[in-house]
């Protein structure tokens, strides 16, 4: 680790911390394509009891569970096991039973059709399925709170019974799509979710801390979630996903470290290869990597519920695709990523990229709602921003 790499990062995870407002705590690390360049941690797991912030800290990771879901599912690809042009009810049949909703009867009642063609698993890779999510969609959002629809945080098979909101493969639509691509690993592999990434992925990959369900070691090491008021103030709150899900919710289910996750992402930095042995093929990854969207861009993510997120987009006014399964950015991002590098965020704040182009990533987790909050995403970028900027200095010299 380079010192002025260390120098200018500490600095960001400082001032977030103390500034105001700040952020309750924080653990950022960054990696090129053979180790962590740069491991930080600042502020409080709780401000309720004052416990410091570690780099071995545990969070809910939330939305980015997605990516490690999508990478089961390009296993079973690889295997033959699993066409992600085929219909996805081949596999799961309860997903052809998902009709789109036209609006609402008089009396509230959701009037819905039947879709003209079948939802894929590339289409639910993808995002372009017609499945939302009831903090980012004002229909999914009525739904829950007239309780025809569970909320998806409930970690229950209803919650995935959400309408589709228009006919599959012809827009973009952030919602519980990988989760229903959890359903699919499943259903060919046989086995809980959990279990497919702990014999996969996190084995060859050396996560140790990572789990849909919080072991006492884990919990021990916890951070809480704080809730952001109106005047700036953070609450910590008693909020968890549920600690043994009917359902492990590929799309934003698991727990665990910064550490943990920095591997992961090493190794779509290298190909495919991890630490203990290879978990994707090469031309899988670059596949993978790819603008899977065609014309089709995405789109800002409106604040549905207040509570839980803001109105939220990366880098507005820049277009940005998505893979199988992030964003990736179609042009430079200001903070020096290059365009083409592949990138996602968790509700409670947690954000990462991968820039497989310069083989270099990074993410940075706190613990806040609601999502998009200001002062964290502004640590995140200048975090990133001093990444970039202490890579330049190291190339000049």
């Known amino acids: 680790m380079s010192n002025h790499l260390k120098s200018a990062c500490d600095a960001v995870l400082a001032r977030v911390t103390t500034g105001t407002p700040r952020v309750p705590g924080v653990v950022a690390m960054a990696t090129d394509r053979n180790g962590n360049i740069y491991e930080g941690a600042a502020g409080m797991r709780s401000l309720a009891d004052h416990t410091p912030m570690t780099t071995e800290s545990v969070f809910a990771i939330f939305s980015t569970t997605k990516a490690i879901a999508g990478t089961a599912a390009l296993q079973l690809v690889e295997d033959g096991s699993l066409d992600l042009d085929a219909p996805a009810k081949h596999y799961v049949p309860a997903i052809g039973e998902l009709q789109i909703l036209e609006g609402f009867a008089d009396d ?17 890779l993808l995002h372009t399925a017609g499945l939302g ?104 709150t008693d909020f968890e996903l549920p600690p043994d899900p009917e359902v492990h919710m590929g799309g934003h289910g698991l727990y665990g470290t910064v550490g943990d996750y920095m591997r992961f992402i090493r190794m779509w930095l290298n190909d495919g290869m991890g630490e203990h042995g290879r978990v994707l093929k090469a031309e899988t990854v670059a596949m993978a990597a790819r603008n899977g969207l065609g014309d089709m861009k995405i789109k800002k993510l409106p604040g549905v519920v207040a509570a839980l997120t803001h109105d939220a987009e990366f880098f507005p006014g820049m277009p940005k695709s998505w893979g199988l399964t992030f964003m990736i950015n179609d042009q430079p991002a200001p903070t020096g990523r290059p365009a083409g590098a592949l990138a996602w965020a968790g509700l409670a704040n947690c954000y990462y990229w991968i820039d497989r182009a310069s083989g270099v990533g990074g993410y940075w987790a706190t613990h806040i709602f609601p999502f998009a909050d200001p002062t964290s995403v502004g640590g995140y970028l200048d975090f990133e921003t001093a990444v970039y900027a202490a890579s330049a200095a190291r190339v000049a010299a």
């Not at 063609?117 to 289409?123: A, E, F, L, P, S």
């Not at 589709?164 to 592999?189: H, K, M």
Request: aromatic share 8%.
């Open 108 to 124: 509230g009642t959701p009037r819905l059709r039947a879709p003209k063609q079948d939802i894929t698993t590339r289409m639910l």
């Open 133 to 236: 999510y009831d903090f980012f969609n004002e229909s999914y959002n009525r739904m829950v709170q007239s309780g025809q629809l569970a909320s998806i945080v409930t970690g229950s098979k209803a919650s995935l019974n959400g309408p589709l909101l228009f006919e599959p493969g012809t827009r973009w639509e952030y919602g519980c799509n990988i989760d229903w691509v959890g359903q699919v690993v499943e259903a060919i592999s046989g086995k809980r979710l959990g279990a497919v990434m702990q014999e996969r992925i996190f084995a060859p990959l050396g996560m140790t801390s990572t789990s849909f369900a919080l072991t006492p070691d884990m919990r021990s090491r916890l951070a809480r979630i704080h809730q952001r008021g109106e005047d700036g103030s953070l609450t910590a």
